[in-house]
């Protein structure tokens, strides 16, 4: 299997606080993974490629100071929306890869942020 | 640079009828991975099939098949006799196979598909 986990689920906060996101990668080990935006009837936006042990890879438009990205281990990357604004309300999902098939991401289900 | 293109943004038919999602896509790259993904309501990406690009050879999974025509730079795909089950958003992506790469996704727009009974 690729199992793929995300947590939390679903986050209110107030604005100016800071949000954890954990995604893990269940039954197979990730030296990849990344982080996903997507806002209502849209596609997804990629915002970084996480490397285990070494710096995210953001996208152009994407801030590296606000969104966080540490990939501590093989099955685990976690994405920090620093001092959140309601701007940031989205919904932010992760992917894994897997080495086989190969290039294929594997995506967790998603956590819904909604910053007041 | 890649581009995927799904023209068809929303797709309406009644249970047991049969439904293409078309795909298009664009790459320099003479090697990439081509990819479905279904997303239903709940919001999570499932994946349904990857197909390398020197391999022409449709697919069939069930209900489920899918066209490759490298000519055409299409990769569509067809659910025959279909379910409400099946009413979801279904992306199409693109991938670069080289080595070394992240193999970063490029995704199309999406085509919302909606079964009635």
């Known amino acids: 299997g690729a199992v793929v986990s995300q947590h939390p689920s679903r986050v209110i906060c107030k604005s100016g606080t800071s949000v954890k996101i954990e995604c893990r990668s269940l039954d197979f080990q990730a030296t990849t993974m990344f982080w996903y935006r997507q806002f209502p009837k849209q596609s997804l936006m990629l915002m970084a490629t996480?490397?285990?042990?070494?710096?995210?890879?953001?996208e152009q438009g994407v801030e590296k100071d606000k969104f966080l990205i540490n990939h501590a281990s093989l099955t685990l990357s976690t994405l920090t929306v620093t001092s959140a604004h309601p701007e940031d309300s989205s919904f932010y999902i992760c992917?894994?890869?897997?080495?086989?098939?190969?290039?294929?991401?594997?995506f967790g289900p998603g956590t819904r942020l909604l910053v007041l | 640079a890649q581009k995927v293109t799904q023209a068809q943004t929303e797709i309406s038919v009644v249970e047991k009828e049969d439904v293409t999602l078309d795909c298009v896509y664009e790459?320099?790259?003479?090697?990439?991975?081509l990819f479905w993904y279904k997303q239903p309501p709940s919001g999570e990406l499932v994946f349904l099939i990857r197909r390398n690009s020197f391999d022409e050879q449709n697919e069939i999974s069930g209900r489920y098949s899918w066209n490759f025509q490298k000519s055409t730079s299409s990769f569509n795909f067809t659910i025959t006799a279909s379910q409400v089950v099946d009413s979801a958003v279904y992306f199409c992506a693109l991938s670069e196979r080289k080595i070394g790469t992240a193999s970063k996704l490029t995704f199309g727009t999406g085509t919302r598909l909606q079964v009635t009974l």
């Open positions: 790459t320099r790259d003479t090697t990439y991975y």
């Open positions: 992917s894994a890869r897997k080495t086989e098939p190969r290039g294929t991401q594997y």
């Open positions: 996480s490397n285990e042990g070494s710096k995210a890879t953001y």
